[in-house]
């Protein structure tokens, strides 16, 4: 389950963050305002970050999922701090703070579940049902995690546009 996530991750800040690197280049063609423009590339130069956390996942352990939702959660607090002025990039940052800080949640609870999987050595009949309600756990965050993943590769294509000025 964890690996669903974890490559649903991927895929979707990989193919968000080509857009929004094509996003900076089309920004100095459109001429939008100054402001606008700095205040997009500030924020995308952030929200980018992602592209290096999803790349650096180093295995599927528990370990690696609680280092995942570590980075995660950083990244949510940076996006956070990126001061914009104009109300619709507050917007869009927002979303990506609550997108971002979904993701850590979903990482941590497979990475914590994963963890007490990995403990029980001896199932007992009370540790299979604690592994079988362990597994439902990580299937739950598993969809929470692909479901900001989806979200956070719409909001990258809204703000692509927006910053275009289209």
């Known amino acids: ?3 669903t996530l974890i490559h649903r991750l991927g895929q ?15 920004l100095a063609l459109v001429g ?11 924020l995308i130069a952030v929200v980018n970050k992602g592209q290096q956390i999803s790349s650096s996942i180093k295995g599927m352990d ?32 927002g979303r990506f ?10 990482s941590s ?20 049902k604690r592994l079988k309600q362990l597994q439902e756990d990580v299937t739950g965050a598993s969809k929470m995690g692909e479901t900001a993943a989806k979200d956070e590769s719409a909001l990258v294509k809204e703000v692509n546009t927006y910053c275009a000025g289209k």
């Open 12 to 26: 979707s800040l990989s193919a968000g963050r080509l857009v929004a690197a094509s996003a900076v280049l089309s």
């Open 97 to 106: 703070v609550k997108i971002y800080s979904d993701l850590s949640t979903a």
């Open 109 to 128: 609870k497979v990475g914590g579940a994963l963890e007490e999987m990995e403990k029980t050595k001896k199932p007992s009949p009370e540790s299979l």
């Open 62 to 93: 528990a370990p690696a999922m609680k280092k995942l939702s570590t980075d995660l959660s950083g990244l949510s607090t940076e996006i956070g701090a990126v001061e914009v002025a104009d109300e619709t990039l507050k917007g869009f940052q």
């Open 32 to 42: 939008c305002g100054e402001s606008k423009v700095a205040q997009c590339n500030k």
């Open 1 to 3: 389950m964890s690996f």
